[in-house]
């Protein structure tokens, strides 16, 4: 079989669910090197002399910016490309920059190792959400969504287990390190190896023709790469700058004017926290995602129509974003809180946090798909329904987990926790499928993408480490995430109201727009 084939014939039940399985696979390996930080978080801090702000912002900020950005190129390669070979790819570099992490002598080092896990990670999810969407026809796409987003919490389970396994067992058998290498960084070259092989089985799979599932077939792209070249164009600075003039004189002074008002936001913040990287690389992600943007409503009128320029995608977007906020920072603050606050041992407490989060959430996802599915049968906003509820439930167990120092009700309040939190992605990711054109699914997931990585992952674990830095107190600081719920709240509500008539009117405001349908 050759690196990628592609089959126009329909792939068999069998083969579709042995697919999505490696997808899954894949996604859990793509959560255990993106994790495995959290176990290691003590360890970092304590060797590398890094704060509470600087542990968020090598886990949320350092990583999320570049996999955020990258994921629109890689979105747009995933819609004209071989989705098998840039899966392929991708989990080949994030692997090796995994391992490579183990080498960081200071967190300028570990920061660079995981902007390159971050732009590796880019590829997965929008070859993923593709390939699944025309593995699966719509009636089932939120159940295999949720079955592949489920290895995420199996990944971050195990890599809490795995990474505090691998400490415990390096340190009591080379107390003095073993040719200069101590439990932490050999926690990072263990797990950054598995991939490497993974990604040998991904390649062996075969690529199903763009939209099958729905009979809307469209040809191979003629230039593949163009359309990732013009995105990295259109995104990196100062290239960014080019082609703005070359919309016109408007398009670069507003270019222009936007960067100014940004940059000298940037230079408060980083007047009122210190922290330079952290700002710095949330400026650059924002004003890349803006030049994009504008680019994007000249180069593909269509594309930007129906993700920019539909309002119940950008509101759900940002609504899931805000819970994604949340969700991010219990992940990754839960496992240093009770071992700094509560007093528990790092390898039990991986093993219940790990497991109890590896279950609650692979049940909350499927679960959370099944239920989304069978609402959206019967009511065309019936998932954002599942989105709302997995929004307001998870607070009432995180309240109590904060607020208590009984460690065995952490332990008991951590399932129900993770599972309430988890159960909105299905239904978000199928929805944003929905909103658009069979060759625009790769962008959209990634645009999706992009708004929980630079809203929930690139914001929420910083702001934690931020607070907790300031006031002291980390659990204070996990529980001001509960700010950001009747934002999220207003932003779902809307989008429930609005998307029967933003579905409907797909087909014609893409024509509208000059696609030949």
């Known amino acids: 079989m050759k690196f990628g084939e592609v089959t126009e014939a329909p792939p068999s039940a069998a083969y579709r669910h042995y697919a999505l399985g490696i997808f899954a696979l894949v996604y859990a390996l793509n959560f255990v090197d993106r994790q495995i930080i959290s176990v290691l978080a003590l360890d970092l801090k304590r060797d590398l002399g890094l704060s509470d702000a600087d542990l968020g912002f090598l886990y949320g900020t350092a990583f999320g910016v570049f996999y955020a950005l990258f994921g629109i190129p890689m979105g747009r390669l995933a819609d004209s490309w071989n989705r098998i070979r840039l899966t392929t790819f991708g989990l080949t570099l994030w692997s090796s920059m995994t391992a490579l992490s183990g080498m960081a002598q200071n967190g300028m080092q570990l920061a660079l190792a995981r902007i390159g896990v971050g732009v590796g990670e880019a590829t997965a999810s929008p070859c993923a959400y593709s390939l699944i969407s025309d593995y699966f026809p719509k009636a089932h796409r939120a159940t295999a969504i949720a079955f592949y987003t489920a290895g995420m919490y199996i990944g971050a389970g195990a890599s809490l287990f795995i990474g505090a396994t691998v400490v415990a067992r390096w340190n009591a058998t080379f107390p003095e390190g073993w040719v200069g290498i101590v439990g932490w960084q050999a926690a990072f070259f263990i797990v950054g190896i598995p991939g490497l092989i993974l990604a040998l089985v991904v390649a062996s799979l075969k690529e199903p023709v763009r939209g099958l599932s729905e009979g809307l077939t469209a040809a191979p792209a003629q230039q593949p790469f163009r359309g990732f070249f013009e995105e990295l164009l259109t995104m990196v600075p100062p290239f960014c700058l080019i082609g703005a003039a070359r919309r016109g004189t408007r398009a670069l002074i507003a270019n222009l004017a936007f960067a100014t008002a940004l940059g000298l936001l940037a230079w408060f913040l980083i007047t009122m926290?210190?922290?330079?990287?952290?700002?710095?690389?949330?400026?650059?992600?924002?004003?890349?995602?803006?030049?994009?943007?504008?680019?994007?409503r000249v180069r593909d009128r269509p594309s930007f129509q129906l993700i920019w320029g539909t309002p119940s995608f950008?509101?759900?977007?940002?609504?899931?974003?805000?819970?994604?906020?949340v969700n991010y920072s219990v992940i990754f603050w839960s496992l240093p809180y009770v071992e700094s606050e509560l007093g528990a041992t790092r390898s039990t407490a991986a093993l219940l946090i790990g497991g109890a989060g590896a279950a609650a959430g692979f049940l909350g996802l499927?679960?959370?798909?099944?239920?989304?599915?069978?609402?959206?049968?019967?009511n065309p906003s019936g998932r954002i329904l599942v989105i709302i509820?997995?929004?307001?439930?998870?607070?009432?167990?995180?309240?109590?987990?904060?607020?208590?120092?009984?460690l065995t009700l952490?332990?008991?309040?951590?399932?129900?926790?993770?599972?309430?939190?988890?159960?909105?992605?299905?239904?978000?990711?199928?929805?944003?499928?929905?909103?658009?054109?069979p060759r625009m699914r790769g962008l959209a997931s990634a645009t999706f993408l992009l708004s929980l990585t630079m809203i929930g992952l690139a914001l929420g674990p910083y702001t934690v480490g931020r607070i907790s830095a300031?006031?002291?107190?980390?659990?204070?600081?996990?529980?001001?995430?509960?700010?950001?719920?009747p934002i999220s709240l207003i932003l779902l509500?809307?989008?429930?109201?609005?998307?029967?008539?933003?579905?409907?009117?797909?087909?014609?405001?893409?024509?509208?727009?000059?696609?030949?349908?």
């Open 389 to 406: 509820a997995g929004s307001i439930l998870p607070f009432i167990p995180l309240t109590i987990m904060y607020t208590s120092s009984s």
């Open 493 to 517: 509500t809307l989008v429930y109201v609005r998307l029967p008539k933003a579905e409907q009117s797909i087909i014609t405001r893409a024509r509208s727009c000059g696609e030949p349908i």
């Open 366 to 378: 499927i679960l959370g798909g099944r239920l989304a599915d069978h609402l959206r049968r019967t």
């Open 470 to 485: 300031a006031t002291g107190d980390l659990g204070t600081a996990i529980l001001s995430l509960m700010g950001v719920l």
């Open 273 to 296: 926290t210190g922290d330079l990287l952290q700002w710095l690389a949330v400026a650059i992600g924002i004003y890349a995602v803006f030049s994009w943007v504008a680019a994007l």
């Open 314 to 325: 950008v509101m759900l977007a940002i609504g899931h974003g805000l819970t994604s906020f």
């Open 410 to 437: 952490f332990y008991i309040l951590y399932f129900p926790m993770i599972f309430f939190g988890s159960i909105t992605l299905p239904a978000a990711g199928a929805t944003t499928q929905d909103l658009v054109l």
